[in-house]
């Protein structure tokens, strides 16, 4: 039972360049949506889908894309990475959308530096 | 809009102390509570949580009760252990949304 997959764990991108972090799950979970933490900041939403083909922005949207062509994959694009950017970070999921009580299964994260 | 804020650490403790972690919480709509773990170098994962007022959510030794009236979450465990070393986030996910929103966590560290 593998939970939430994260690739790469770890990625050294220069200024200006693009990457994708991947995020796949199989749990069959509606509900996937991307984190970045920050020390002294917590865990920042960034993006969120509550179901394939629906993706809605977070806390701190700007300079990330996603999309959910499927229930399994939600990969997070940095399309110019930027210094800021550097962080570590995590997708999770849960079942259902709309609940508000279900429990967020978390990946073991991406630590991302741009230099 | 909705927001949690917790105490700042880190919180030094020796084997076997009282901890506790205070977590209050704004929110317009009615919140479920967590409190997710992070040990070094991993995940999030979930501790404990709670859906409405007056409830308490428990694992593993920890406790934390749901208070509508003071808005608060508050982790406690009464004999801490080494291998509780992490950071700790409480956390709150309302009905009218989908969006877990974290405090900024508390490190927490136990020495034997």
């Known amino acids: 039972n593998a939970g939430v997959t994260q690739t790469p764990k770890f990625q050294v991108l220069k200024t200006g360049q693009s990457m994708t972090l991947q995020c796949a799950q199989d749990?069959?979970?509606?509900?996937m949506s991307w984190y970045r933490q920050d020390p002294g900041m917590g865990l920042r939403l960034i993006h969120y889908?509550?179901?394939?083909?629906?993706?809605d922005q977070g806390e701190v949207p700007n300079g990330y894309n996603v999309s959910r062509s499927t229930t399994e994959d939600f990969p997070l694009r940095l399309l110019s990475a930027a210094p800021s950017q550097t962080s570590v970070y995590f997708c999770?999921?849960?079942?259902?959308?709309?609940?508000?009580?279900?429990?967020?299964?978390f990946g073991a994260g991406s630590r991302l530096t741009v230099l | 809009g909705d927001s949690v804020t917790q105490m700042e650490g880190p919180v030094t403790l020796s084997e076997e102390a009282f901890l506790t972690i205070n977590c209050t919480y704004t929110?317009?709509?009615?919140?479920?509570l967590f409190w997710y773990v992070q040990y070094p170098g991993e995940g999030l994962q979930l501790l404990l949580k709670?859906?409405?007022?007056?409830d308490k959510g428990s694992n593993k030794g920890f406790e934390a009760t749901y208070r509508k009236e003071t808005t608060s979450f508050h982790l406690e465990k009464g004999s801490v252990q080494v291998s509780d070393s992490a950071v700790y986030f409480c956390?709150?996910?309302?009905?009218?949304?989908?969006?877990?929103?974290f405090g900024t966590g508390t490190r927490l560290q136990v020495f034997p």
């Open positions: 999770a999921s849960s079942h259902e959308a709309g609940t508000g009580a279900n429990v967020l299964t």
């Open positions: 749990m069959n979970h509606e509900y």
């Open positions: 889908s509550v179901g394939a083909g629906i993706t």
């Open positions: 929110a317009t709509g009615y919140p479920s």
């Open positions: 709670a859906t409405k007022a007056d």
């Open positions: 956390a709150l996910r309302t009905y009218n949304t989908d969006k877990l929103i």
